[in-house]
């Protein structure tokens, strides 16, 4: 059984301000994207590693294979305008054994290697998991004009991380019924939640943060001087 990872980069993150890509953004001296990287590279269960990014990168991308080892990666395919366009391509271009298949933010460097592994086995065994914590504030529910409707059981609510995992024919399929029904989603679990399946959340770290804006990016500065993988 073969396992492979996708990781969609082909963003500019507006958010962030910069000139470049929030995933090249220097962290500790090494961009973003290679610290999340070596996350998967160190992992004993993981084959392949498949950057989708704008062909301008690809270069960037090719570069760091060699430069920080990262044995695993293979070389990089095109990225879409959307996350969902970016992992779409990114599937086409898996290895044929591979059977499971991981989906992972960029700008997510502080997974565990607990976490990868356990939500490759409860993909495995139930077809699809997702990497959550627990909310930890109390939840309104309100209506577009920033009117609170309901207060919501913060017992029953999760904050949903990567890596998102599947059994390959799951998420194949799940991307089918998007192009096939004109669904949209910024979370590949929602496309499999479409087709009927429920994934499986693995509970996950509150410091595996996405790295969106500078006030991010100062305080992956000094999780990084006490993660350990």
């Not at 914590?133 to 029953?156: C, F, I």
């Not at 609510?157 to 910024?186: C, E, I, K, M, N």
Request: proline share 5%; hydrophobic share 45%.
């Amino acid at each position: 059984m073969s396992v492979s990872v996708i990781i969609p980069a082909a963003g500019f993150g507006e958010r962030m301000g910069a000139a470049i890509g929030k995933q090249f953004l220097l962290l500790a001296g090494k961009p973003i994207l290679v610290h999340t990287l070596e996350r998967f590279q160190a992992c004993g269960a993981v084959d392949e590693i498949i950057v989708a990014t704008r062909p301008s990168s690809f270069p960037l991308i090719t570069e760091f294979a060699s430069v920080f080892g990262l044995t695993k990666l293979r070389p990089p395919v095109e990225g879409g305008e959307r996350r969902q366009d970016s992992v779409a391509n990114a599937l086409r271009h898996l290895a044929p054994e591979a059977d499971i298949v991981a989906v992972h933010d960029a700008v997510r460097p502080f997974v565990r290697l607990k976490e990868i592994e356990q939500s490759i086995e409860t993909a495995r065994y139930f077809g699809a998991s997702v990497v959550a914590v627990r909310a930890k504030d109390t939840m309104k529910l309100a209506s577009t004009d920033g009117r609170v409707e309901r207060t919501l059981n913060r017992a029953s609510l999760w904050s949903v991380q990567t890596p998102q995992t599947f059994r390959r024919q799951v998420l194949l399929d799940a991307y089918a019924y998007a192009a096939a029904h004109g669904v949209s989603a910024t979370d590949d679990s929602f496309l499999a939640e479409q087709t009927g399946l429920s994934p499986i959340i693995v509970e996950g770290s509150y410091e595996n943060i996405k790295i969106t804006t500078p006030d991010d990016l100062l305080l992956a500065e000094l999780l990084l001087q006490r993660f350990v993988p």
